[in-house]
């Protein structure tokens, strides 16, 4: 057998003698460790399994829309060398579920060839077949909306465009690397499958229905990797300019529309890019990813640190009560150096253990976690890699941390004289003024209150050490509790505060506001109001926005417009506001000129004046009076929907009449969107149920070390007391309001920091799709309450061990050796 | 005979606040291989000071320390580490041994220090414990403590081994028992042993008696019959 070396033997001796403690730190770094590579993995193989997804089915680089174009076009563009072009018809229509209320939901058919898949975004046939090449009508389903509907291959689909209905025969449930998260626009990205779904049909078919023979009015386009991308987009552009498209714009298009326009009048069209990273689903996903790399180091951090700061007390706490030995050591001896290793020979070894099964744990995890993650998006490709460089940092993470903190404290050995190790330390005292003044102010007090007071300040290092930990602990739930906070305040305040109506309902066709005193009229309903809803651009000096802007009526009762601070806020003729979270990209103050450009037509171009910013969490769009919305458009009866507000649940009957009336188009029910977007939170609770758990696990640990500290520092003394004849009861009692008290030291701590560490995530974790989505942090005062009780039962319970070990004590060893 | 120790007007002093307090005051000694000498005087006479700047666990606030002629008073901190280690082994009142290492374990862990050390088995024995080896700290009694403490004083083979009030903490019979060992260790193995007590009957076994009171030697004579500690009586 192996003969260890007799002072590693005493290392791990000693741990095993504390093992509870150095488990507890062991704890915190696994749980640092497992979180990070856990969260980065999943980060990394999520990246892996999208890029896969998207190879496989070769998602296009490039979108290009326009207004119509030959599919020669897009023949001459499959001329140029490494580029694989796509032209296809995409269109918006209405899905008539065939339901007996006549419901109808928004649909958008794309086009594919009728013989074989495209080269270019390809779709992966979940279920059923591709088209049969038959004359009978046959579409696709996306799965999104094919699952929430239950629609299965053999099932028939009604299809509305422009008043005319067909009958279509479902032939395969799809999935599309362009709608791994069904997007409706920027504007509405969180697009529900109940009320939207992606239809794909063969380009004839298409082409009969929206009168498009031989045009196509969106191009995919696909470009070898290794291609000059400038030099193919200017060879784009001029296989457009041949087809009489002279321009080509962008989300990064420095060209005003007065250009625009000018060139309109001279004949000239244009055409809209857009590039992969700037489609709204892949930077919505881009957002979830780069969430999970913002975590993936922030939790580590927290729990680390707290690892580090544990271990700097325990070391400490080791290095205070091994004088003797330590002394003993330099006497025999042993070097410096050897002694000085020898203390971080613990702080190596809880680190390594903690790290070692921690990235173990992390690893299987992140696979877990990303096998989950792609179910719940139904992707058929899973990459789970073995991701060597996350590993390597997780694990020198989880051993640099615990070395770094016990370096202080192996340090101190170093300053150890023997001949000083062998007399006993004296014991502490803490401040004497303080100690003074209160005895004196405690002078009224029985001593099993005064004493754990006294016991406070005695040695306030420890104490604050103890504090340290409730207030992590606190630090935790907070952090949790604000992503709760967010999400309810998210939801209760776009559903509960702004809209005030019941339905929407969305109308198509010419003068359609005229609908607003029909539908207003109906029994069961309450009151409807028009609202107009018109793409446009917004220039602020050299910064942009492609958005819309939405016409309400002023003094509206079903919009309930209000700013950052909660403040509610009309629409005026003066003006225009803007959602809260364009502030930061366009740089706009209350007070500047906005310039508006229309992203269809060339009517409507203006300067407006932003008379206020209004908060929104997702999308956002900006609003004006109707009445001016209407002016720009030069069409007082317009409107593009109706919101509606019932006197009750409306009845089918109520649905069914509104679908009879003829320019409606579908109909959305605001207590429908929102259980759908309830159920479409599911894996967020997850994430939050998890953050909380490893928060309660790590302030449970600091908690329980702190109090084992501070219990065994004062060994001697509690087996003292009890030898004068203290009761069990009455030591718990006095450990238990010592602790409390200090609770209350770590509350005071916990809570301020708490807030701005979770102020601190939601700004790390911000991001460049702020436009579209944006969270604001609000703790909810309710998370303070929880945040302190978790901390105060956390520590009333992590007690419990080392009462018990002070009731077992044998107090005649105990009080005879006062060097251990 | 040439002394393994000299102490040359040795003082040493601490400042605490804005106090001094002298420890040694100027003391001399002389001390020769294979020597008992007995250190006698009353709490705070100076005799721990005097032993742990002999075992260089201190240094003198002046005069010199010489160690087979060389002056450990001006060693640096790792050549006082590495003195330690060969020429010097300690036996303390509180036994001060690891709680968590076995007897054996114990003078292993001394014995791992030196080139050629003794065998702790073998020395474990002759101190009487060859049937508590495998015991921790915890389960032996006093005198069984203080015998692995003496063996690992002797695992590094030292030359000088210095006792702090061995039996301090023992009673009488157990207390003449760990005498009666360190002198025979004295005999036998020719180690030089300086033996620090405020027991004045002890001094009855030594070679030499020396009396300190307030930091200074104030008597030092040489026994010419030492008692066996067999009939030592306090």
Redesign the interface.
């Known amino acids: 057998m192996v003969k260890l070396p007799r002072l590693i033997l005493k290392l791990l001796r000693d741990i095993w003698k504390s093992r509870v403690q150095y488990g507890a730190v062991a704890l915190i770094i696994f749980l640092g460790v497992s979180v990070f590579v856990c969260l980065y993995e999943a980060y990394q193989n999520l990246n892996l399994s999208y890029n896969s997804f998207y190879d496989r089915l070769n998602l296009a680089d490039y979108w290009i829309s326009v207004d119509g174009i030959s599919r020669n076009a897009v023949k001459d563009m499959n001329e140029i060398a490494g580029v694989e072009a796509y032209g296809r018809i995409v269109r918006d229509l209405f899905i008539d579920m065939g339901n007996e209320t006549g419901e109808k939901v928004s649909g958008r058919v794309i086009s594919l060839p009728e013989n074989q898949m495209p080269g270019v975004n390809m779709l992966e046939i979940q279920a059923g077949h591709y088209f049969s090449q038959s004359s009978g009508r046959e579409i696709l389903v996306e799965r999104h909306f094919a699952d929430y509907h239950n629609l299965k291959p053999g099932n028939w689909l009604t299809l509305e465009y422009q008043e005319v209905k067909a009958s279509y025969h479902i032939r395969g449930v799809v999935m599309s690397p362009e709608h791994i998260w069904v997007v409706k626009s920027a504007q509405e990205p969180m697009t529900t499958p109940r009320t939207f779904g992606v239809i794909f049909m063969p380009l004839r078919s298409a082409e009969k229905i929206f009168d498009m023979e031989g045009i196509v009015n969106d191009i995919t386009i696909s470009v070898a990797p290794d291609m000059d991308q400038e030099k193919i987009k200017g060879q784009i552009e001029t296989i457009l300019e041949r087809n009489y498209i002279k321009r080509m714009t962008s989300k990064d298009d420095p060209v005003e529309l007065r250009n625009r326009r000018s060139e309109l009048i001279q004949g000239i069209r244009s055409a809209y890019l857009t590039e992969r990273k700037n489609m709204p689903v892949i930077r919505l996903l881009r957002l979830d990813l780069e969430s999970f790399a913002t975590l993936a180091y922030l939790f580590p951090l927290l729990f680390l640190t707290m690892a580090s700061l544990t271990i700097y007390v325990l070391l400490n706490r080791l290095v205070e009560s091994q004088r003797i030995q330590i002394g003993l050591m330099c006497a025999m001896g042993y070097s410096q150096g050897a002694v000085m290793l020898h203390y971080l020979g613990f702080a190596l070894v809880v680190g390594s253990i903690g790290s070692l099964l921690g990235v173990f744990a992390g690893h299987w995890m992140a696979n877990v976690y990303t096998e989950l993650y792609v179910s719940l998006l139904n992707m058929p490709i899973i990459e789970t890699d073995l991701h060597w460089d996350t590993i390597l940092r997780g694990l020198a993470a989880g051993m640099f941390v615990p070395i770094l903190a016990g370096l202080l404290p192996a340090w101190g050995t170093t300053r150890i004289r023997p001949a000083e190790a062998m007399r006993p330390p004296a014991p502490s005292v803490g401040n004497r003024s303080i100690m003074k003044a209160l005895t004196f102010l405690l002078r009224p007090f029985p001593y099993f209150i005064k004493m754990p007071i006294l016991n406070i300040f005695r040695n306030f290092r420890r104490s604050l050490f103890m504090a340290s930990g409730i207030a992590s602990a606190i630090i935790m739930v907070l952090v949790a509790m604000s992503f709760v906070d967010a999400v309810d305040q998210m939801f209760s305040r776009q559903y509960d505060t702004i809209i005030q109506y019941d339905a929407i309902i969305h109308l198509q066709g010419e003068s359609a506001a005229s609908n607003v005193s029909l539908i207003s009229h109906l029994d069961g309903v309450t009151a409807a109001e028009a609202v107009l809803d018109i793409p446009y651009r917004i220039r602020f000096k050299d910064k942009k926005i492609d958005t819309s802007i939405e016409g309400i009526p002023e003094k509206s009762s079903m919009l309930n417009l209000i700013t950052q601070e909660g403040v509610k806020i009309d629409v005026t003729a003066d003006g225009i506001l803007l959602p809260y979270t364009y502030k930061e990209t366009l740089g706009a103050e209350i007070g500047d000129t906005i310039r508006l450009e229309p992203l269809t037509g060339i009517i409507g171009e203006t300067d407006k004046k932003l008379v206020g910013y209004v908060w929104s969490y997702i999308g956002g769009r900006a609003y004006m009076p109707l009445r001016e919305v209407q002016k720009l458009q030069r069409d007082f009866g317009a409107a593009t929907a109706i919101m509606v507000k019932f006197d009750e649940p409306p009845s089918d009957y109520l649905i069914k009449r509104l679908y009879n009336i003829p320019q409606v188009a579908s109909i959305e029910l605001i207590a429908d969107t929102r259980k759908a977007l309830d159920e479409q939170m599911g894996f967020f609770w997850v994430m939050i149920t998890i953050m909380l758990v490893m928060g309660s696990a790590l302030g449970g640990a600091i908690i329980f070390n702190g109090v084992m500290v501070n219990v065994t520092q004062r060994t001697r003394e509690m087996a003292t007391m009890r030898a004068v004849g203290l009761g069990d009861r009455m030591l718990s009692f006095m450990i238990s309001l010592e602790n409390i008290l200090i609770s209350f030291i770590g509350i005071v701590i916990g809570i301020p920091l708490g807030a701005w560490i979770s102020q601190a995530f939601f700004n790390a974790m911000s991001t460049s799709a702020e436009d579209i989505i944006s969270f604001t942090l609000e703790i909810l005062p309710r998370s303070y309450y929880i945040a302190a009780a978790a901390a105060v039962s956390l520590m009333l319970l992590s007690q419990i061990p080392a009462i018990w070990q002070i009731s077992r004590q044998n107090l005649a060893t105990v009080t005879k050796e006062w060097n251990e | 005979m040439i002394p393994s120790v000299k102490l040359d007007k040795v003082s040493k002093i601490y400042r605490m606040d804005h106090n001094e307090v002298v420890a040694l005051n100027e003391v001399s000694l002389e001390v020769y291989p294979g020597e008992f000498i007995v250190l006698l005087g009353p709490s705070g006479s100076g005799k721990t000071?005097l032993l742990?700047l002999i075992?260089g666990?201190?240094t003198p606030s002046s005069g010199t320390v010489e160690v087979n002629g060389i002056d450990i008073s001006r060693m640096s901190?790792?050549q006082l580490?590495?003195?330690?280690?060969?020429q010097?082994g300690?036996i303390?009142q509180?036994f001060?041994l690891?709680?968590?290492?076995n007897a054996r374990?114990n003078v292993?862990?001394?014995a791992?220090?030196s080139r050629n050390p003794m065998k702790p088995q073998q020395l474990l024995t002759e101190v009487g414990l060859a049937n508590r080896m495998e015991h921790f700290p915890?389960e032996l009694s006093g005198g069984e403590n203080q015998r692995v403490a003496i063996a690992?004083a002797l695992a590094?083979n030292p030359p000088l081994i210095l006792c702090?009030e061995p039996t301090g903490n023992l009673d009488f019979e157990t207390g003449k028992r760990i005498f009666k060992l360190l002198r025979t260790l004295n005999q036998s193995k020719h180690k030089t042993i300086i033996v620090v007590t405020h027991n004045a009957p002890v001094g009855a076994i030594a070679d030499r008696l020396i009396r300190m009171r307030d930091g200074r030697i104030v008597d030092l004579s040489k026994n010419q019959n030492p008692l066996d500690p067999d009939e030592l009586e306090w």
């Open positions: 000071t742990n075992g666990l201190d901190r790792a580490t590495e003195y330690r280690r060969r010097v300690f303390f509180f001060n690891i709680p968590t290492l374990e292993e862990f001394a791992e220090l915890s690992r590094t702090d």
